[in-house]
């Protein structure tokens, strides 16, 4: 009995006829932290786009870590949901950012905070952290490099985030 979110947004109120899509396990992940959130790219900053080479290496991680979660079993009672933009693109955390929520997410469990409903998720050890960091929700969507489109199909930052003011 936990907080129930997201990590990508699918099953959301902003992707709804999506099943949910959890991406790993906290147990013996070898997270990487990411280099500093102030180094994460913000939406309105000018970027070439990722080569196919690029986008082939982030799909093969994120589905190596798929595989791992699958065969371990062991999900994250506790996830993070990330939010769409207002064209429905949703952010997707990379696999070494994904390994690092996880094991947030796996050092808090515990935490009565987040067994009262009353308290506000970011007050809590368990966001201050996930922010510290650099991967809380909003920082994995001003920085993601990829993205789910309403589709489902993963496309880069530029794709998703054209004639888009905000994230919702």
Do not use: C
């Not at 906290?26 to 932290?33: D, F, L, S």
């Not at 990722?50 to 991680?61: G, H, M, N, R």
């Not at 079993?73 to 997707?92: K, S, T």
Request: aromatic share 6%; proline share 8%; glycine share 8%.
């Amino acid at each position: 009995m936990g907080l129930e979110m997201n990590v990508t947004g699918f099953g959301s109120p902003y992707l709804p006829n999506r099943p949910a899509y959890d991406l790993g396990s906290a147990q013996g992940n070898g997270a990487k932290a990411p280099s500093s959130p102030s180094a994460q790219p913000l939406p309105n900053q000018a970027q070439k786009s990722p080569s196919d080479a690029e986008l082939k290496e982030f799909k093969d991680d994120l589905l190596a870590y798929q595989a791992q979660q699958e065969a371990s079993g062991d999900y994250p009672a506790i996830q993070m949901l990330i939010p769409a933009n207002e064209r429905g693109y949703v952010a997707i955390p990379s696999a070494d950012q994904q390994k690092l929520i996880n094991a947030i997410i796996a050092r808090h469990q515990g935490d009565a905070e987040l067994q009262n409903p009353t308290v506000a998720l970011n007050k809590t050890a368990l966001w201050k952290e996930l922010t510290k960091e650099g991967v809380n929700s909003d920082q994995i969507a001003s920085g993601a490099k990829f993205f789910y489109s309403p589709d489902g199909t993963i496309v880069d930052r530029r794709t998703a985030t054209t004639g888009v003011d905000r994230m919702a």
